[in-house]
């Protein structure tokens, strides 16, 4: 199948998933949550955690589906609070108002909180077996807590932002440790070996940050219309980005690169892997 | 054993394994972690769950304290971002400048998001069998989550505040379930029946609501060195207590009655029990 339209049929089963997961209820912190989970995202990560998951030869969608459906929960809880006035203050996400200028800070905080915990929640779910679950709930929040995704956000917002070695270890942590676990966790909950796992786990740390670079680089070349965002954003003088520090044309091979050495491991695992290979290709050439 | 020295003894041991968890690390976001979960906190809720661990047959600690330090992990989450300018707006906790006041806003969202991340990270690392982790962590984000305490801090800041039917449900979403499931998941974890986690369940939301009662007379009552937090902050007028709502005598009365009814649960399970017994009376009777 063409990877966009295997992306189009895998964002239809998230989609009517997060709906069932997260319905439509009469309260403020309901509709914060919906407001941002619902903004029209990608889908990315879900996406990568359920095509890897039938490529390691998972077959039922009870086992993965609150596992997938718990990256975007999660995603979204760090876009919603990335977004506030104290952290890096964007009054714009997805082409709406960001959660604050739409339910005010507090709920804000509140809402992205309750998809974390959510999230997590959501993963104890999955029916397959417990000690796979309990497994992937320690990788989740290795991935997202005090040495991952939220380390990264801090270092961005306090660290010394001049030194382009910093830069590569935000990266690291803010996206592409996220971007690897989604791949690792499909294959997780199959019941993958660990020798597996930690190839998935490595080509999916290129990927992400073969993601990331394309993300800065969009920030750098789009308007606001076409990003959803505000563009430049994370390009002001006091934030580092491949751009701005190795310019447009370098941070393109860069990317390239990335996604080239990512290929090369999904290759050598077989050709079951092929659709992570496209979803690469897609990660680092995506025009939003 | 006289229960102020059993929970020292207790206390002690929380307290070291705290450490063990958390050490000291030189980046911003550790100490600001650190900063609030070592700031004198009684350690309640880890105590809670550690002494019905014991009290349902438990022995070994690698089962049960992974699970009691990730409840004061989680509660120091809470109190954080309650803190917050967005939403208590209150400058001191437990006698300092809180988390905010002391590291900055942003700064003091992370702080809070990866406590509760790490906490539920902990969960994962106890040697209970796999189902019993993966059932605790489905009620603790049950217990959290847009449902549990986090709509009870939605409701508190957003809510119809006049209204004493209001009071009761927030109490009970923001307090009392947390309690409930710190004893609950200590006998979780060594294995009991449903049939004894759910009286064990009642008696804690029974003690937890005495528990939260107490609290709002003692912030009626005490001066801030006494309370180590702003007192009356939770009795201005945009704010409903039970001194606000039934006075200061009948909110005694109404904490009393609590304690009463919990006892009773736990005096019907058997005597392995007395000391939640005690603990429930200590949580209505203390002074701060």
Redesign the interface.
Known sequence: MEIVALMAQKRRVIEAALFDYLPDRE????QA?RYSLFAGGKRLRPILALVSYEAAGGKEDEQILPVACALEYVHTFTLI?DD????DDDDFRRGKPSNHKAF???????A???L???G??????STA???F???A??E???T???EGV??G???D??GERRDPRFLRKIHLRKTALFIAFSIRVGALIAGSNDRLLDRLFWAGVLAGMGFQVCDDILDETSSREELGKTPGKDSDASKLTYPSVYGLKRSQRIAASYADRATKIFQSIGEDWNPLIALTRYLVKRRK
Chains 1, 2 share one sequence.
Do not use: C, S, W
């Open positions: 309260n403020l912190l309901n949550m609070h506030l006035p104290a952290m005010g800070e507090g709920m804000a905080v509140l992205g909180d309750a974390m915990i959510d997590m929640g959501l993963v104890t779910q077996p417990p000690h679950v309990q497994r709930l320690q989740f929040a290795r997202l807590g005090a939220t380390k956000q801090a270092d917002l306090y």
